[in-house]
């Protein structure tokens, strides 16, 4: 099973290379790292990925600056946390 996970995520990482260019990868990038590691169970999965849909919904709505990008990140860990 470990190896399909790695195969889906090496398939979307591809997908996402090809939808963007290599500045709004590397905001993306630095943005969810910025985001997960403020958080003490920023390192989890699940916690992951949920900022990583924000970011990735944000940079396909146009919105692509680093600041737009964390933002993102952030409102998402906000709206888990409330329940919103």
Known sequence: MG???CRASIAELSMIEDD????????MTVALEKVCGGLRDGQH???????????????????????????????AVRLDSTGA
């Open 20 to 27: 963007f260019d290599s500045r709004t990868v590397a905001n």
């Open 45 to 75: 999965h699940v916690v992951r990925a949920r900022v990583a849909e924000a970011i990735l919904a944000c940079a396909r709505d146009g919105r692509r600056s680093l600041g737009d990008l964390e933002e993102a990140g952030r409102r």
């Open 3 to 5: 190896r399909i996970a």
